[in-house]
């Protein structure tokens, strides 16, 4: 047992997406969250620079004692995962792409036609196709970058025509051309507009990686031992940049969920 918290990083808002789903599972974990909100987007930067974020935040979870770390962006776990871990070798750190990919190859079989959306640094990397294929090298993957979404997300910009168009200039000639019938949210911000492309594409499956990535916190917490009992809820939320869009983003997201949050503090606390 061990009731130390968890942290979580993001480039902004879109890992609370993850804590929704952790606290479904795993309620009395406890949680550090830093969302580097001064500095989002992360998805059309250099990957020396996203490694350079990472790497701080990483260390100002570390100095907080935190027993994991969550890298609950597919922007810097298609950067930087392997290097995060070598760094600190005492705490396990969990990337979310692996979990999603091995979901993918499980419940996917080779008549689906699978799409990949996400920042452009995820696509480019192609780290959903790597790993996919190595578990099941027969399945159809495309895959396109939506640069647009995360700052029109960052903004509030969700229940809105401009975002519905957004998502169809990327999304309409691409899932008709390729007959796209499994769409895979490949950036933590896009659960955030779920309703929209379920509302623009009634009928395609969606896998939502948030999702999966609480299955492999909950393995890698259980195999070593290291799962809360009993916890406060004694949750703290950092951003770089305490907009209030994002402090109204948490009270949405957590608004939905069955369990009581207590905000402790949120303090601006790295160097922009
Ligand atoms: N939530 C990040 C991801 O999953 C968004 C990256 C960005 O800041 O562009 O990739």
Redesign the pocket.
Known sequence: MDNRPIGFF???L??LTCISQLMKTLPDERIIYFGDTAR?????KAPSTITAFSTQIADFLIQRDVKMIVI?????SATCLDELSARYPDTPVIG?IKPAAETIAEICTKDNQIAII??K??IKSQAYEKLIHALSPSLSIHSVSCPTL?PLIEEGIIENQIMDLSIRHYLDQFISYHNIDTLVL????YPLIRTNIEKLYPGISIINPSKEIVKSIKKELTDRNLLACGSTFDNTFYASDLSENFINMINRIFALSEFRIAFKSFDLDVQK
């Open positions: 993001d480039s902004g879109g890992g989002t987007p992360y998805g059309s609950a962006c597919n922007t810097v979310i996400g920042t640094v995820t995360v490949g950036c933590t911000h």
